[in-house]
């Protein structure tokens, strides 16, 4: 099956800007999309469809794919983004299976 | 307002039986797929299998296949995960979510302790 990889931890400090990266092969053809879990709470949807934001999304929240990698990216880090952040997409052998990444712990320093 | 509201923590003890719900409102309950999530502690999402109510239709995870069963209620727009003999190892918390574009909608997890 279809497998994403995320870097463990990326840290910034803030007012800084965040990425953090999905790898899969040739995940720029899929479609990506990103939540974000914080302690004790249920994961919640903040990029959907590569570059889409739900409503009630800051406009801090941005997404790209392309080539073998997708990119969350996190403009003016606030210490309230400090959360785990997941990458999603379809599974290529069947639309209706669900890829997840392992998951990317976001510290702001 | 669409809401996904999951039955309360359960502690059973290894070989015993559970069935853990999920009650959708808000929407169409019958016309999208619901999931379920595994997140064991201090570990990421695992996507365990899914099931449309409107005709139960029900795939699983190779990872899963055999090990749980979902089933659904469309007349009480509730969704089910059930495990017939459970092992430690199935502690956990468990999460239903709505297939739509994305995941768009997360029920607030059932925390699943096995322990003897």
């Known amino acids: 099956s279809y497998v994403l990889t995320q870097p463990p931890s990326v840290s910034v400090a803030p007012g800084k800007t965040a990425r953090i990266t999905c790898g899969g092969n040739n995940i720029g053809s899929k479609s990506v999309h990103w939540y974000q879990q914080k302690p004790g709470q249920a994961p919640v949807l903040v990029i959907y469809y590569d570059s889409d934001r739900p409503s009630g999304i800051p406009e801090r929240f941005s997404g790209s794919n392309s080539g073998n990698t997708a990119t969350l990216t996190i403009s003016r880090v606030e210490a309230g983004d400090e959360a785990d952040y997941y990458c999603?997409?379809?599974?290529?052998?069947?639309?209706?299976?669900?890829?997840f990444g392992g998951g990317t712990k976001l510290t702001v320093l | 307002e669409v809401q996904l509201v999951q039955s309360g923590a359960e502690v059973k003890k290894p070989g015993e039986s559970l069935k853990i719900s999920c009650k959708g409102s808000g929407y169409s309950f019958t016309s999208y797929w619901i999931g379920w999530v595994r997140q064991m502690p201090g570990k990421g999402l695992e996507w365990m299998g899914i099931i449309y109510p409107g005709d139960s239709d029900t795939r699983y995870s190779p990872s899963f296949q055999g090990q749980v069963t979902i089933s659904a209620d469309k007349s009480i727009s509730t969704a089910y995960l059930q495990w017939s003999s459970l092992k430690a190892s199935d502690t956990a918390m468990y999460y239903c979510a709505r297939r739509n574009t994305a995941i768009d909608y997360w029920g607030q997890g059932t925390l699943v302790t096995v322990s003897s």
């Open positions: 999603q997409v379809w599974d290529s052998s069947s639309d209706l299976h669900w890829v």
